[in-house]
């Protein structure tokens, strides 16, 4: 099964914060153990703009250390991808970038999306699974 992760729980797993981070990093150790992760490079875009911005280049190498990673899958973003953002976009007032996102991974055939966002399980494409 693919679980795509939105870019704010990637950046949890690998910057562990206190609160999200723990969390984070449980949830996917135990998509691991069965499934397949799913992203795009707009998740590696939102991962490492700030770091690179300040030349952090030790988190930079976390990053892609994740990206590279046996168990992730880095999804297409493709002409239908978008089209499908638009009307989410459309639909449900999210971002650009959220839009994308949920339709990154429901046009690929994830299962899960996973978030912390809440607003986003107003998306019905795709089952929304909300960090907690």
Known sequence: MLIYLDANIVIYA????AGFGAKALAR????????????????????????LRNADFSLL???DG????????ILPITT?????ACLLQAMHDF????SIHLAAAFENG???????????????DVTVEVLS
């Open 14 to 17: 690998v910057e562990n914060p």
């Open 28 to 51: 996917i150790e135990a998509i691991s153990r069965s499934d397949q992760i799913a992203l795009s490079e707009l998740t590696r875009l939102e991962c490492c703009s700030f770091p």
């Open 61 to 63: 190498r976390l990053y």
């Open 66 to 73: 994740f990206f590279q990673r046996p168990d992730v899958t």
């Open 80 to 84: 239908n991808v978008f089209r499908r």
């Open 95 to 98: 971002s650009t970038v959220d």
């Open 110 to 124: 994830c299962h899960i999306f996973l978030t912390n966002d809440p607003r986003l399980s107003r998306c019905a």
